[in-house]
């Protein structure tokens, strides 16, 4: 069964500290998709990545980084010098390529101070 | 295009009503989904459908409803209303099962 962990309930930083978001997943499958959603106090859900099984390489677009590690079964999210406009909750998300659901994490609250 | 609506934004019941929260689509999308979100719970999915006239399961099932007749629609149906179903319900469509999906701006629901 699949099934996705975000360990971490709630993050507070001050504005520019960089900030990891922590997502463990757990699938029998060989092939999967993993994402990452962001959901602003709008409430709104923005898709951030995605990213298949078979490609482990690390991808940074901007302040974001994402680390994938397959050896850990980790997929985290890196904001790099953070600010107020970062703050939402932020989803972990699994698609094994046999099945056609999309089984989320219970989210992390990242609050950014000034 | 206008992505993924939902119809209402808010909506009140009592215990034991019947409603349907309404879900559409525009972008020729096989792949649509119901979620609830509940505070520390994540979204759920409720049930899902990949492609007109083949709807499926997902985690929390129980007392919804869905049928999809189009490949635009996907409509949810609560059939007796309970307080456990007071929560936010997000549709989403999506191309293929790996693609990303694309969220309506949900519905809020309290049943009394």
């Known amino acids: 069964a699949q099934k996705v962990t975000q360990a971490q309930t709630e993050i507070s930083v001050v504005e520019k500290e960089d900030v990891t978001l922590d997502c463990v997943y757990e699938t029998r499958d060989t092939t999967y998709y993993l994402f990452w959603y962001k959901q602003p106090p709008s409430g709104e859900l923005v898709f951030l990545i995605r990213r298949n099984s078979f490609d482990e390489q690390n991808e940074i677009s901007g302040r974001y980084s994402w680390n994938f590690q397959k050896s850990t079964s980790s997929f985290n999210f890196t904001i790099t010098a953070s600010q107020v406009v970062d703050s939402a909750v932020y989803f972990c998300?699994?698609?094994?390529?046999?099945?056609?659901?999309?089984?989320f994490g219970t989210g992390t609250r990242l609050q950014v101070f000034p | 295009n206008a992505g993924v609506t939902q119809t209402p934004k808010f909506q009140v019941l009592k215990t034991g009503q019947s409603m349907t929260l309404q879900c559409a689509q525009d972008?020729?999308?096989?792949?649509m989904s119901w979620y609830r979100q509940d505070p520390g719970m994540g979204l759920r999915l409720i049930h899902y459908s990949v492609g007109a006239g083949i709807t499926d399961q997902g985690e929390v099932p129980n007392g919804y409803n869905v049928s999809r007749s189009t490949t635009e629609d996907f409509p949810l149906r609560l059939l007796s209303a309970a307080p456990s179903q007071t929560s936010v319900y997000f549709c989403a469509s999506n191309k293929a099962s790996y693609n990303e999906q694309f969220f309506g701006p949900g519905t809020r629901l309290t049943v009394l």
């Open positions: 998300a699994l698609s094994e390529y046999n099945t056609d659901k999309l089984i």
């Open positions: 972008m020729n999308h096989e792949y």
